[in-house]
Protein backbone atom coordinates (compact mmCIF):
# COMPACT_ATOMS: atom_id res chain seq x y z
CA UNK A 1 0.00 0.00 0.00
CA UNK A 2 3.15 2.34 1.27
CA UNK A 3 4.59 1.52 -2.49
CA UNK A 4 1.66 1.78 -4.29
CA UNK A 5 0.45 5.66 -2.50
CA UNK A 6 4.31 6.96 -2.85
CA UNK A 7 4.32 6.19 -6.99
CA UNK A 8 0.98 7.92 -7.15
CA UNK A 9 2.52 10.99 -5.48
CA UNK A 10 5.85 10.64 -7.87
CA UNK A 11 3.47 10.66 -10.55
CA UNK A 12 1.76 13.60 -9.85
CA UNK A 13 5.23 15.67 -9.11
CA UNK A 14 6.48 14.55 -12.60
CA UNK A 15 3.26 15.53 -14.27
CA UNK A 16 2.85 18.90 -12.56
CA UNK A 17 6.39 19.57 -13.19
CA UNK A 18 5.81 19.34 -16.94
CA UNK A 19 2.19 21.14 -16.51
CA UNK A 20 2.40 25.15 -18.07
CA UNK A 21 -1.45 25.97 -18.54
CA UNK A 22 -4.13 25.62 -15.42
CA UNK A 23 -6.29 23.68 -18.19
CA UNK A 24 -3.51 21.00 -17.74
CA UNK A 25 -2.86 20.83 -14.22
CA UNK A 26 -6.84 20.94 -13.60
CA UNK A 27 -7.27 17.82 -15.36
CA UNK A 28 -4.48 16.30 -13.47
CA UNK A 29 -6.36 17.01 -10.64
CA UNK A 30 -9.03 15.51 -11.60
CA UNK A 31 -7.02 12.39 -12.65
CA UNK A 32 -5.06 12.09 -9.21
CA UNK A 33 -7.39 13.40 -6.62
CA UNK A 34 -11.12 13.25 -8.49
CA UNK A 35 -13.59 11.07 -7.73
CA UNK A 36 -12.92 8.70 -10.21
CA UNK A 37 -9.17 8.51 -9.19
CA UNK A 38 -6.81 5.99 -7.97
CA UNK A 39 -6.29 7.80 -4.72
CA UNK A 40 -10.56 7.79 -3.93
CA UNK A 41 -10.92 4.07 -4.65
CA UNK A 42 -8.19 3.53 -2.47
CA UNK A 43 -10.14 5.34 0.30
CA UNK A 44 -13.62 3.42 -0.83
CA UNK A 45 -12.01 0.38 -0.53
CA UNK A 46 -11.07 0.82 3.29
CA UNK A 47 -14.32 0.39 4.28
CA UNK A 48 -13.50 -3.32 2.49
CA UNK A 49 -10.54 -3.77 5.10
CA UNK A 50 -10.39 -5.46 8.43
CA UNK A 51 -9.98 -2.92 11.53
CA UNK A 52 -6.53 -3.66 11.74
CA UNK A 53 -6.04 -2.49 8.08
CA UNK A 54 -8.21 0.42 9.01
CA UNK A 55 -6.19 1.55 11.57
CA UNK A 56 -3.17 0.69 9.67
CA UNK A 57 -3.38 2.74 6.54
CA UNK A 58 -6.55 5.47 6.76
CA UNK A 59 -4.77 8.07 8.13
CA UNK A 60 -1.81 7.30 5.29
CA UNK A 61 -4.15 7.67 2.98
CA UNK A 62 -5.64 10.73 3.68
CA UNK A 63 -2.16 12.00 4.28
CA UNK A 64 -1.36 11.31 1.11
CA UNK A 65 -4.07 12.49 -0.60
CA UNK A 66 -4.24 15.81 1.24
CA UNK A 67 -0.42 16.09 0.22
CA UNK A 68 -0.94 15.74 -3.33
CA UNK A 69 -3.97 17.76 -3.18
CA UNK A 70 -1.60 20.90 -1.93
CA UNK A 71 0.90 20.10 -4.65
CA UNK A 72 -1.61 20.95 -7.01
CA UNK A 73 -2.70 24.28 -4.84
CA UNK A 74 0.99 25.28 -4.99
CA UNK A 75 1.73 24.20 -8.85
CA UNK A 76 -2.00 26.29 -9.33
CA UNK A 77 -0.46 29.57 -7.25
CA UNK A 78 2.67 29.25 -8.86
CA UNK A 79 1.48 29.13 -12.21
CA UNK A 80 -0.40 32.59 -11.17
CA UNK A 81 2.13 34.07 -9.81
CA UNK A 82 4.14 34.16 -13.06
CA UNK A 83 1.11 34.71 -15.38
CA UNK A 84 2.24 39.05 -16.21
CA UNK A 85 -0.98 39.91 -18.42
CA UNK A 86 -1.88 43.55 -18.69
CA UNK A 87 -4.34 45.55 -19.65
CA UNK A 88 -4.18 48.33 -21.84
CA UNK A 89 -6.84 51.51 -20.63
CA UNK A 90 -5.51 53.75 -23.24
CA UNK A 91 -7.49 51.49 -25.98
CA UNK A 92 -10.20 53.18 -27.35
CA UNK A 93 -13.56 51.24 -27.74
CA UNK A 94 -17.23 51.38 -27.32
CA UNK A 95 -18.76 49.23 -24.41
CA UNK A 96 -22.37 48.43 -25.14
CA UNK A 97 -25.03 48.89 -22.18
CA UNK A 98 -26.70 45.85 -21.36
CA UNK A 99 -30.29 45.50 -19.93
CA UNK A 100 -32.53 43.37 -17.70
CA UNK A 101 -34.20 40.01 -18.84
CA UNK A 102 -38.00 40.61 -19.43
CA UNK A 103 -38.20 37.67 -17.14
CA UNK A 104 -35.94 39.25 -14.45
CA UNK A 105 -37.84 42.63 -14.87
CA UNK A 106 -41.42 41.13 -14.28
CA UNK A 107 -40.02 38.96 -11.33
CA UNK A 108 -38.82 42.34 -9.30
CA UNK A 109 -41.70 44.25 -9.94
CA UNK A 110 -44.12 41.45 -8.72
CA UNK A 111 -42.31 40.71 -5.77
CA UNK A 112 -42.31 44.29 -5.09
CA UNK A 113 -46.17 44.27 -5.45
CA UNK A 114 -46.18 41.63 -2.80
CA UNK A 115 -43.87 42.72 -0.54
CA UNK A 116 -45.90 45.89 -0.33
CA UNK A 117 -48.99 43.68 0.72
CA UNK A 118 -47.09 41.84 3.49
CA UNK A 119 -45.94 38.92 1.65
CA UNK A 120 -41.98 37.61 2.40
CA UNK A 121 -40.13 36.53 -0.49
CA UNK A 122 -38.99 32.78 0.07
CA UNK A 123 -36.83 30.47 -2.04
CA UNK A 124 -35.98 26.60 -2.53
CA UNK A 125 -33.89 24.06 -4.77
CA UNK A 126 -34.70 23.33 -7.84
CA UNK A 127 -33.52 20.08 -7.14
CA UNK A 128 -36.05 18.36 -5.30
CA UNK A 129 -37.39 15.13 -3.58
CA UNK A 130 -40.79 13.57 -4.90
CA UNK A 131 -41.94 13.69 -1.21
CA UNK A 132 -41.71 17.85 -1.57
CA UNK A 133 -42.40 18.12 -5.26
CA UNK A 134 -45.53 15.76 -5.12
CA UNK A 135 -46.68 13.96 -2.18
CA UNK A 136 -46.48 16.64 0.30
CA UNK A 137 -48.40 18.95 -2.10
CA UNK A 138 -51.28 15.87 -1.72
CA UNK A 139 -50.10 13.93 -4.93
CA UNK A 140 -49.04 10.67 -3.96
CA UNK A 141 -47.24 7.96 -5.97
CA UNK A 142 -49.16 6.66 -8.66
CA UNK A 143 -51.90 9.41 -8.62
CA UNK A 144 -53.06 10.49 -11.81
CA UNK A 145 -52.56 14.55 -11.09
CA UNK A 146 -48.31 13.33 -12.43
CA UNK A 147 -49.45 13.10 -16.07
CA UNK A 148 -50.18 16.78 -16.04
CA UNK A 149 -46.65 17.54 -15.19
CA UNK A 150 -44.17 15.01 -16.58
CA UNK A 151 -41.11 15.14 -14.84
CA UNK A 152 -37.08 14.85 -15.04
CA UNK A 153 -36.35 12.13 -12.69
CA UNK A 154 -32.46 12.48 -11.68
CA UNK A 155 -30.08 9.20 -11.24
CA UNK A 156 -29.68 10.31 -7.67
CA UNK A 157 -33.26 9.38 -6.97
CA UNK A 158 -34.50 13.09 -6.95
CA UNK A 159 -35.79 15.21 -9.76
CA UNK A 160 -35.95 18.60 -11.28
CA UNK A 161 -38.74 20.05 -9.80
CA UNK A 162 -42.08 21.03 -11.74
CA UNK A 163 -43.84 23.77 -9.65
CA UNK A 164 -42.41 26.42 -6.87
CA UNK A 165 -45.67 24.73 -4.89
CA UNK A 166 -42.87 22.40 -2.92
CA UNK A 167 -42.42 26.10 -1.58
CA UNK A 168 -45.38 26.08 0.30
CA UNK A 169 -44.06 23.06 2.11
CA UNK A 170 -40.75 24.64 3.24
CA UNK A 171 -42.20 27.03 4.46
CA UNK A 172 -44.62 26.09 6.34
CA UNK A 173 -42.17 23.44 8.01
CA UNK A 174 -39.58 26.31 8.31
CA UNK A 175 -42.40 29.46 9.62
CA UNK A 176 -45.45 27.79 10.66
CA UNK A 177 -49.06 30.29 11.33
CA UNK A 178 -49.85 32.68 10.36
CA UNK A 179 -48.32 32.75 7.28
CA UNK A 180 -47.71 35.33 3.80
CA UNK A 181 -45.19 34.39 1.65
CA UNK A 182 -44.06 34.24 -2.26
CA UNK A 183 -41.78 32.49 -4.10
CA UNK A 184 -40.32 33.31 -7.50
CA UNK A 185 -38.11 30.33 -9.30
CA UNK A 186 -37.72 28.37 -12.46
CA UNK A 187 -39.22 24.78 -12.79
CA UNK A 188 -38.84 21.94 -15.10
CA UNK A 189 -41.05 19.75 -17.30
CA UNK A 190 -41.13 17.27 -20.33
CA UNK A 191 -42.94 19.71 -22.57
CA UNK A 192 -43.23 19.39 -26.61
CA UNK A 193 -41.50 22.94 -27.22
CA UNK A 194 -43.79 25.30 -28.90
CA UNK A 195 -44.75 29.35 -28.87
CA UNK A 196 -46.23 28.62 -25.58
CA UNK A 197 -44.58 25.68 -24.17
CA UNK A 198 -40.61 25.28 -22.69
CA UNK A 199 -39.27 22.44 -20.62
CA UNK A 200 -37.49 25.33 -18.72
CA UNK A 201 -39.68 28.27 -17.52
CA UNK A 202 -40.33 30.57 -14.59
CA UNK A 203 -43.10 30.86 -11.85
CA UNK A 204 -43.60 32.95 -8.65
CA UNK A 205 -45.87 30.95 -6.09
CA UNK A 206 -48.12 32.76 -3.62
CA UNK A 207 -49.45 31.68 -0.17
CA UNK A 208 -51.44 33.03 2.69
CA UNK A 209 -52.42 30.92 5.70
CA UNK A 210 -54.79 32.64 8.78
CA UNK A 211 -57.71 32.30 11.10
CA UNK A 212 -60.57 33.12 8.77
CA UNK A 213 -59.09 33.28 5.19
CA UNK A 214 -61.52 33.01 2.09
CA UNK A 215 -61.69 33.09 -1.54
CA UNK A 216 -62.57 36.81 -1.36
CA UNK A 217 -59.30 37.40 -0.07
CA UNK A 218 -57.72 35.26 -2.82
CA UNK A 219 -59.67 37.19 -5.70
CA UNK A 220 -58.88 40.60 -4.06
CA UNK A 221 -55.02 39.73 -3.85
CA UNK A 222 -55.28 38.22 -7.64
CA UNK A 223 -57.06 41.63 -9.39
CA UNK A 224 -54.86 44.31 -7.39
CA UNK A 225 -51.90 42.05 -8.86
CA UNK A 226 -52.74 42.18 -12.51
CA UNK A 227 -53.58 45.67 -12.21
CA UNK A 228 -50.31 46.74 -11.20
CA UNK A 229 -48.60 44.73 -12.81
CA UNK A 230 -49.86 45.69 -16.62
CA UNK A 231 -50.86 49.47 -14.76
CA UNK A 232 -54.48 48.77 -16.57
CA UNK A 233 -57.82 46.89 -15.96
CA UNK A 234 -57.10 43.40 -17.91
CA UNK A 235 -60.16 41.14 -19.11
CA UNK A 236 -60.11 38.38 -16.89
CA UNK A 237 -62.29 35.09 -16.41
CA UNK A 238 -62.00 32.86 -13.41
CA UNK A 239 -63.17 28.76 -13.82
CA UNK A 240 -63.37 25.94 -12.22
CA UNK A 241 -60.39 23.92 -11.92
CA UNK A 242 -58.39 20.88 -10.62
CA UNK A 243 -55.06 20.97 -7.92
CA UNK A 244 -53.95 18.33 -6.05
CA UNK A 245 -53.51 21.30 -3.18
CA UNK A 246 -56.09 23.25 -3.45
CA UNK A 247 -60.04 22.74 -2.99
CA UNK A 248 -62.20 24.49 -4.32
CA UNK A 249 -59.70 25.32 -7.19
CA UNK A 250 -59.70 27.93 -10.02
CA UNK A 251 -57.89 29.29 -13.30
CA UNK A 252 -57.99 32.93 -14.16
CA UNK A 253 -57.48 33.54 -17.55
CA UNK A 254 -56.45 36.72 -19.05
CA UNK A 255 -57.37 37.97 -22.63
CA UNK A 256 -54.43 37.95 -24.91
CA UNK A 257 -52.80 41.01 -25.44
CA UNK A 258 -50.58 39.80 -28.36
CA UNK A 259 -53.81 39.80 -30.26
CA UNK A 260 -55.63 41.86 -28.43
CA UNK A 261 -58.31 38.66 -27.57
CA UNK A 262 -58.54 37.75 -31.53
CA UNK A 263 -56.91 34.62 -31.46
CA UNK A 264 -53.49 33.86 -32.34
CA UNK A 265 -51.12 30.74 -32.43
CA UNK A 266 -49.60 32.12 -28.50
CA UNK A 267 -52.99 31.29 -27.41
CA UNK A 268 -53.70 28.81 -29.32
CA UNK A 269 -56.52 30.65 -31.31
CA UNK A 270 -58.26 30.91 -28.40
CA UNK A 271 -58.14 34.64 -27.44
CA UNK A 272 -57.05 33.98 -24.17
CA UNK A 273 -53.86 32.93 -22.01
CA UNK A 274 -54.37 31.02 -18.73
CA UNK A 275 -52.20 32.83 -16.40
CA UNK A 276 -53.40 32.32 -12.95
CA UNK A 277 -53.78 28.98 -10.85
CA UNK A 278 -55.12 28.97 -7.21
CA UNK A 279 -57.34 28.43 -4.77
CA UNK A 280 -58.11 26.92 -0.95
CA UNK A 281 -54.71 25.35 0.76
CA UNK A 282 -55.85 21.60 0.50
CA UNK A 283 -56.26 20.44 4.37
CA UNK A 284 -53.92 17.30 3.80
CA UNK A 285 -50.91 20.03 2.50
CA UNK A 286 -51.97 21.73 5.32
CA UNK A 287 -51.41 18.94 7.17
CA UNK A 288 -47.88 17.96 5.19
CA UNK A 289 -46.86 21.36 6.47
CA UNK A 290 -47.50 20.92 10.13
CA UNK A 291 -50.52 23.37 10.22
CA UNK A 292 -53.94 22.10 11.86
CA UNK A 293 -56.47 22.55 9.09
CA UNK A 294 -59.29 23.23 12.10
CA UNK A 295 -57.54 26.02 13.58
CA UNK A 296 -55.98 27.47 9.99
CA UNK A 297 -57.14 28.39 5.88
CA UNK A 298 -55.47 29.42 3.42
CA UNK A 299 -55.36 30.41 -0.33
CA UNK A 300 -52.29 29.72 -2.56
CA UNK A 301 -51.59 30.99 -6.16
CA UNK A 302 -49.12 30.89 -9.01
CA UNK A 303 -48.36 32.52 -11.97
CA UNK A 304 -46.08 31.81 -14.70
CA UNK A 305 -43.66 34.66 -14.70
CA UNK A 306 -42.55 33.62 -18.09
CA UNK A 307 -46.23 34.31 -19.36
CA UNK A 308 -46.52 36.93 -18.02
CA UNK A 309 -43.43 38.40 -19.55
CA UNK A 310 -45.00 37.68 -22.88
CA UNK A 311 -47.98 39.33 -22.35
CA UNK A 312 -46.71 42.62 -21.48
CA UNK A 313 -43.85 43.02 -23.40
CA UNK A 314 -45.86 41.26 -26.73
CA UNK A 315 -43.36 38.48 -27.00
CA UNK A 316 -45.00 36.07 -29.33
CA UNK A 317 -42.83 33.05 -28.89
CA UNK A 318 -41.61 31.97 -25.40
CA UNK A 319 -38.54 30.30 -26.77
CA UNK A 320 -36.50 33.80 -27.50
CA UNK A 321 -36.57 34.17 -23.71
CA UNK A 322 -34.97 31.21 -23.65
CA UNK A 323 -32.83 31.76 -26.44
CA UNK A 324 -29.77 33.94 -25.11
CA UNK A 325 -29.74 35.73 -28.18
CA UNK A 326 -29.14 39.53 -26.87
CA UNK A 327 -29.72 41.12 -30.12
CA UNK A 328 -33.43 39.94 -29.96
CA UNK A 329 -33.46 40.97 -26.07
CA UNK A 330 -31.87 44.43 -26.71
CA UNK A 331 -35.13 45.33 -28.84
CA UNK A 332 -36.80 45.45 -25.73
CA UNK A 333 -34.20 47.87 -23.97
CA UNK A 334 -35.01 46.90 -20.37
CA UNK A 335 -33.02 48.33 -18.02
Not at 211 to 232: A, C, D, P, S, W
Request: charged share 25%.
Amino acid sequence: MEEKLTKLKEELTSKLASATKEADILNIKSEYVGKKSEVSNILSSLKDMSIDDKKKYGSLINNTKKEMENLINNRLEELENKSNITFDDTLDFEVETGSLHPVTIIAHEITGILKRMGFTVVSGPEMETEYYNFEALNVPKDHPARDMQDTYFLDNGMLLRTQTSDNQIHAMENFGAPLRICAPGRVFRNEDLDANHENTFYQIEGMVIDKGVTIENLLYVMQNLLREIFHEDVKVRLRPGFFPFTEPSYEMDMSCLICGGKGCPTCKNSGWIEMVGSGMVHPNVLRAGGIDPEEYTGFAFGFGLTRLAMMKYKINDIRVLNSGDIRYLSEFNIK
